[in-house]
């Protein structure tokens, strides 16, 4: 560029940006948790027909700004138990700022060496600190569900060679393809199953937390041949349960079954010594799917897809054409994702790491889990109240005695905005589901959290009836 004028221009635009940013991370502690205006009221601040002209950086900036303030979620807040998602630590999200100044695409090693020499640390680091074995092929996506499925379609294109068929024919040309899951399964994979052209795995039961019927797994094994496919999971999104890895990956690999783990949070648990026993044989599967952005608080998205056999990760997702730089005996990353462009997603995974070292993820880990273990020993103390699940890690399920009553607990808490939870089903009853996903979920944020539950059910006379 070497333009002053322009430079300057990137400059003073960024310097808006950082100010905004700072000033809405400033009132996360305090703000209400919900957004103060709806989808509607926002696009009503912005719609009108495309302008003709533009705007200058920085005023387009201080535009977005103004116009979405009172419409965000504060995500961020030690008090927010949506979904299963958390904050950002600092160097992850500044990290991911200048992955977007970079603006490397990381899909080939050559041409981004820096940005490709970070993301391989990253998923060394990773398959340590998880237990994994180092020789698996890692690919950074951009989440949960894109994991799942690029784990799928390379279950799916091994076990097919492994019949004998050659997977680029398409399954249609292959023998009947199985794929199986406790009836538990996270939506994710049955999504992923459907796009990998698998459709929604068959189920074959599950115990009252949602940990898959080893047992039925077995029985639906036996009763036919052929190549199948195996979806455990690593906590479950309401009780927070581990399928039995030994007994279940033993189960399906003695039938001949590739072993996937979906572990969009709970994979995380490998990184703490004292939780290390919920994903006890969980090593032995054959590929594994993560969040970097929900356990290990990093910004949205980045996902991590994990497989043992890395040629068979790249036979299946990787890409060749004439002009794609490539070294031949090592993978690129678009060989382990199924993009070919992409940002560099993986940097601030290493900024994570590199900030928290491997004592400091276990201590995020052992802390969600306390902090969900004292949510749940608050909520006991509360009358009428009742939490569900037996709680071994991040996730909390707390009803009233009546459906009624539990969804009007979700909607009060939801308003009134010190805290902000889902609303669910589990086992045929409503649910108000807390997920502890953030890093500063600490004890006072426990405590608010459990105070303003009883404030709730008071008001709504929970307790009395
Ligand atoms: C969140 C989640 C997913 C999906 O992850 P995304 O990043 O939202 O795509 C899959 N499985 C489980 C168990 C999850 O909790």
Redesign the pocket.
């Known amino acids: 560029m070497g333009d002053g004028a322009v430079t300057e221009q990137y400059r003073q635009a960024l310097e808006v940006a950082h100010r905004h940013a700072a000033g809405w991370l400033d009132t996360l502690a305090d703000r209400p948790i919900r957004p103060e205006v709806d989808v509607d009221g926002v696009r009503a601040r912005l719609d009108g027909v495309l302008p003709e002209e533009g705007r200058d950086p920085v005023a387009v900036v201080e535009e977005l700004a103004a116009a979405s303030a009172d419409g965000l979620m504060a995500m961020g807040s030690p008090r927010f138990y949506g979904?299963?998602i958390g904050g950002t630590y600092p160097a992850a999200l500044a990290a991911d700022w200048l992955v977007t100044a970079w603006d490397q695409n990381t899909g080939s090693r050559q041409p981004t060496p820096a940005t490709a020499a970070v993301e391989e640390v990253a998923a060394t680091w990773l398959l340590d600190l998880l237990g994994l074995p180092a020789e698996s092929g890692v690919g950074f996506v951009t989440?949960?569900?894109?994991a799942?499925f690029s784990c799928l379609v390379a279950a799916r294109d091994a076990v097919l060679r492994r019949a004998g068929a050659d997977p680029a024919a398409g399954i249609q040309a292959g023998p009947a393809l199985r794929f199986l899951a406790g009836d538990a399964v996270?939506t994710?994979?049955v999504l992923a199953g459907r796009l990998a052209g698998l459709g929604a795995p068959r189920t074959v039961g599950a115990d009252d937390q949602g940990r898959i019927d080893v047992a039925g797994l077995e029985r639906a094994l036996g009763a036919a041949t052929g190549p199948a496919i195996v979806a455990l999971?690593a906590?479950d999104?309401h009780s927070g349960a581990f399928d039995d890895f030994a007994a279940a990956v033993a189960v399906a690999h003695r039938a001949g079954a590739w072993v996937h783990v979906?572990g969009?949070?709970?994979l995380w648990a490998a990184a703490s010594p004292r939780l290390q026993h919920l994903v006890r044989g969980m090593a032995d599967a054959d590929s594994w799917a993560t969040?970097a952005?929900?356990t290990l608080n990093v910004p949205y998205d980045c996902?991590v897809a994990i497989v043992r056999d890395e040629p068979a990760m790249t036979a299946a997702l990787g890409a060749h054409a004439a002009y794609l730089p490539s070294v031949e005996s090592i993978s690129d990353p678009y060989d382990r994702t199924p993009e070919l462009s992409r940002r560099a997603r993986g940097v601030p995974v290493w900024a994570a790491l590199r900030s928290l070292g491997r004592q400091g993820v276990a201590r995020l880990v052992d802390g969600l889990t306390d902090a969900a273990t004292a949510l749940a020993a608050g909520f006991a103390g509360i009358p009428g109240l009742e939490v569900l699940n037996d709680v071994p890690f991040t996730q909390v399920c707390l009803a009233a005695p009546d459906d009624g009553a539990t969804a009007a607990l979700g909607d009060w808490l939801r308003a009134e905005g010190t805290v902000w939870a889902s609303s669910s089903t589990w086992r045929g009853r409503t649910v108000v589901r807390f997920a502890v996903s953030n890093h500063g979920t600490d004890a006072e944020a426990v405590r608010r959290t459990v105070d303003v539950v009883a404030r709730g059910a008071a008001a709504l006379g929970i307790g009395e009836r």
């Open positions: 979904f299963v989440g949960g569900t894109m799942n996270h994710s994979m999971q906590g999104v979906d969009a949070f709970g969040d952005h929900k996902g």
